[in-house]
């Protein structure tokens, strides 16, 4: 009896059934932020991120954290609250390095606070959002620390930090479990 009730849970565990969501979604890619390089160990080998997936009913929101190719949390929460948050922010695409570009060019011009930052190391990370008819792909090194930085300069980078923010604000509500 003990050695089934084990092999149960096993199965119960690498399923995700306790979680109530599965372990290799189907769903639909909502949004991803993921690491691809580091700055000292090259090309990331084993998947490392956050993964949010639109599952096929639309009801219910699955994320997932992925830590060296294995998933070490997963949440599941209600969609249309947050589908309306995400909706309210209205991102649009866009080219992240010529924004970055013009931000240097009217800071050069003086209509902009001059301030630049600059990272020695980190990580290159690619951050993903398809929700209707917006598929962006961003990838570059230092990711959240340049969206921070740059976001009071740029509405499109504010806009973009804001879906980062939701995102972390979800995930966070869930792991402490206090709802959202």
């Not at 949010?52 to 998933?71: P, V, W």
């Not at 991102?91 to 930052?117: C, H, M, Q, V, Y």
Request: proline share 3%.
């Amino acid at each position: 009896m003990m050695r089934a009730t084990l092999l149960l849970l096993s199965v119960l565990m690498t399923t995700g059934c306790t979680t109530g969501i599965s372990s290799k979604p189907s769903e639909k890619l909502l949004f991803s932020i993921r690491m691809t390089k580091t700055a000292f160990g090259g090309a990331v080998k084993n998947d490392t991120g956050f993964y949010f997936y639109l599952e096929d009913s639309g009801n219910k929101i699955a994320g997932y954290q992925m830590t060296q190719g294995k998933r070490t949390n997963a949440i599941s929460f209600d969609a249309a609250e947050f589908r309306r948050q995400i909706e309210q922010i209205a991102f649009e695409p866009f080219d992240f390095d010529a924004e970055i570009t013009r931000i240097f060019s009217d800071a050069r011009r003086g209509s902009s606070k001059g301030d630049i930052l600059l990272v020695s190391d980190g990580a290159e990370y690619e951050i993903r959002f398809v929700y209707g008819p917006v598929d962006y792909t961003l990838k570059t090194w230092n990711a959240v620390s340049y969206i921070d930085w740059y976001a009071p300069r740029s509405p499109k980078i504010a806009k973009l930090k804001a879906l980062l923010d939701c995102f972390e604000l979800q995930f966070g509500r869930a792991k402490f479990e206090l709802g959202g």
